[in-house]
């Protein structure tokens, strides 16, 4: 059976398997974060369309104050205090930025956390949810929702690690990045989640660290 033709079934196995894949450990050094890590999940959004499966991204609306606007990601934010856990929070963002509703989404399982450069905890939260569906988009938080297939994400060619330098601390760091994909830039965290959520369901990244 070819890997994009698993089952929900499948793919929650792999998760339950091989959740833990990446990140292998904190890239970060020490002494670079001077508080504790705030909170955050996100929902990465998979669905089947064309007879196989596609992962849903957004990409943010820009705001002059957030370094991360304008950036593709997965539909997610911080964990409020009203929140029970990481996956209520990814569902509630979802449902705020994009329209989909809890109704509509099959949680299948986590990934392991990651931490990010703006100090965020993320937990990914893997789901399935309702194709076709409508959305509803928050163009305060979210300027466009598209998708790209698997087949495409897990094709080696259209993936690469670059160093990036943190010249306060003289190393370098391991950043993802894939080529574009209909103009849209995939790469830092998000390709990283979406790196790892690949290898638990079987996929090879040779060069991913």
């Known amino acids: 059976m070819a890997k ?3 089952t929900i079934a499948d793919i929650e196995a792999r998760l339950r398997a091989n959740a833990c894949l990446l990140p292998k450990a904190d890239p970060f050094p020490k002494n ?9 999940s996100v929902l990465v959004p998979l669905f089947r369309e064309n007879d196989e ?4 991204f957004i990409r943010r609306t820009e705001h002059v104050s957030d370094r991360h606007s304008g950036q593709v990601a997965f539909p997610g934010g911080k964990v409020d205090a009203e929140d ?9 963002e979802c ?3 994009i329209g989909v509703a809890a109704r509509q989404i099959n949680v299948l399982g986590c990934l392991k956390n990651y931490r ?10 893997i789901a399935t949810i309702d194709w ?5 988009i928050d163009n305060t938080e979210v300027d466009r929702v598209f998708s790209i297939p698997l087949s495409w994400l897990s094709d080696p060619a259209n993936f690469q690690i670059k160093e990036r330098l943190l010249p306060q601390f003289d190393v370098s760091l391991p950043v993802y990045y894939y080529q574009r994909y209909q ?4 790469w830092g965290i998000t390709a990283k989640i979406t790196v790892s959520l690949l290898m638990s369901l079987g996929f090879r990244f040779p060069s991913a660290p």
């Open 95 to 97: 449902k705020e930025e």
């Open 32 to 40: 670079y974060f001077r508080k504790e890590p705030r909170a955050a």
């Open 53 to 56: 499966w596609n992962l849903l």
């Open 4 to 6: 994009t033709d698993l």
């Open 116 to 125: 990010t450069v703006s100090n965020y905890l993320v937990t990914p939260v």
């Open 84 to 92: 029970n856990d990481a996956v209520a929070a990814a569902l509630r």
């Open 132 to 136: 076709p569906v409508d959305l509803s």
């Open 183 to 186: 103009g849209e830039l995939l």
